[in-house]
């Protein structure tokens, strides 16, 4: 039997989800979430973030919540760091890994995190050598790289610019993000394409919004173009409150229906995922945006059989 090739779900549920939520997820809900979520077969989590409780409350537990996890061999567990003060709680903590993020957009991000594109690179300096002093590994974000809806088209050569930062701080991978769900698969394609060439010894990653309804399609693309690792959400859950239109992420469990029903590997068990969905609704007392969390994936019959049509 021949392998099936993989691809590799990074889920950031726990924090790009539940941030913006708000209802507070409690504690000890959050760790259950997490460890169904490994359960299901998600090599790589990301957990928490450790910022100030006064600008994110949902997340003022991250400590309590990296705590009570059980770390599973072969997970990733992640943690998103924001500055200094934040690296020193992710320091403390049993994360594999620290996630940096910063805006290819000005205005994005002085709306996001109170500083230009320039100072939060310079600050990325520090908390790159501590974590790779410390034996973590380091992810980075892009944020708006394929569109801001303050600024509009975002140049390639601002993603670059990023991407350059990343590579001299020892960044792993970094995450391409659709804030607002503004790309489109030809654009994917094209810019992923480039990046690649660009970046042979960094790891990509694709992070889309379903603002607008294409966030599946143009992770196809982005497969198609080359990457092999993608971000979702268990149920849809996130959003970003300083873009106008940033909906949910695309939904974990779309995402692994779409790449099994090509015939990819995601290593993930769907009626585990599954479990880890029904946890969320049933916590936050709403519908999840997911599309099968409520019609499952596909019952196919084997060949020969009779089938009804609709």
Same mark, same amino acid.
């Given at each position: 039997m021949n392998k099936r090739e993989k691809v590799t779900i990074y889920e950031v549920g726990p924090r790009d989800g539940l941030q913006y939520e708000s209802q507070f997820f409690p504690t000890e809900q959050k760790i259950k979430l997490v460890d169904l979520l490994a359960d299901a077969g998600l090599t790589r989590i990301e957990v928490t973030s450790f910022v100030h409780p006064k600008?994110?409350? #949902?997340? !003022?537990?991250? #400590?309590?919540? =990296?705590?009570?996890? $059980? $770390?599973?061999?072969? %997970?990733?567990?992640?943690?998103?760091?924001?500055?200094? $003060?934040?690296?020193?709680g992710a320091l403390a903590s049993q994360a594999d890994e620290f996630a940096l993020f910063v805006s290819a957009s000005q205005t994005?991000?002085?709306?996001?995190?109170? =500083?230009? *594109?320039?100072?939060?690179l310079k600050?990325?300096?520090e908390i790159a050598r501590l974590a790779l002093e410390a034996g973590r590994t380091l992810r980075g974000y892009v944020i708006t790289a394929f569109g801001c809806p303050h600024e509009g088209a975002v140049p390639l050569d601002s993603v670059r610019r990023i991407l350059d930062v990343y590579a001299e701080?020892?960044?792993?991978?970094?995450? *391409?993000?659709?804030?607002?769900?503004?790309a489109n698969p030809p654009q994917v394609k094209d810019m992923v394409r480039r990046l690649l060439e660009a970046y042979p010894g960094m790891g990509l990653a694709a992070h889309f919004h379903d603002s607008r309804g294409l966030g *599946? %399609?143009? !992770?196809?693309?982005?497969?198609?173009?080359?990457?092999? %690792?993608?971000?979702?959400?268990?149920?849809? *859950?996130?959003?970003?409150?300083?873009? $106008?239109?940033?909906?949910?992420?695309?939904?974990?469990?779309?995402?692994?229906n779409l790449f099994e029903e090509v015939g990819l590997d995601t290593g993930v068990d769907f009626d585990k995922l599954l479990k880890a969905g029904q946890l969320v609704k049933e916590v936050l007392d709403a519908e999840l945006a997911s599309n099968t969390s409520k019609s499952g994936r596909p019952n196919w019959q084997p060949s020969g059989e009779e089938t009804n049509h609709c």
């Open positions: 600008a994110v409350p #949902a997340l !003022s537990d991250s #400590a309590q919540v =990296m705590a009570g996890i $059980k $770390k599973r061999p072969g %997970v990733t567990y992640s943690v998103l760091v924001p500055n200094m $003060k934040g690296c020193e994005h991000n002085q709306k996001n995190v109170a =500083m230009s *594109l320039e100072d939060s600050g990325f300096t701080l020892g960044v792993r991978e970094a995450s *391409l993000g659709d804030t607002t769900g503004m *599946l %399609v143009n !992770s196809y693309a982005a497969f198609e173009a080359g990457i092999r %690792v993608f971000d979702s959400s268990i149920g849809g *859950l996130g959003g970003c409150p300083f873009a $106008k239109g940033a909906s949910g992420n695309i939904p974990t469990e779309d995402t692994v």
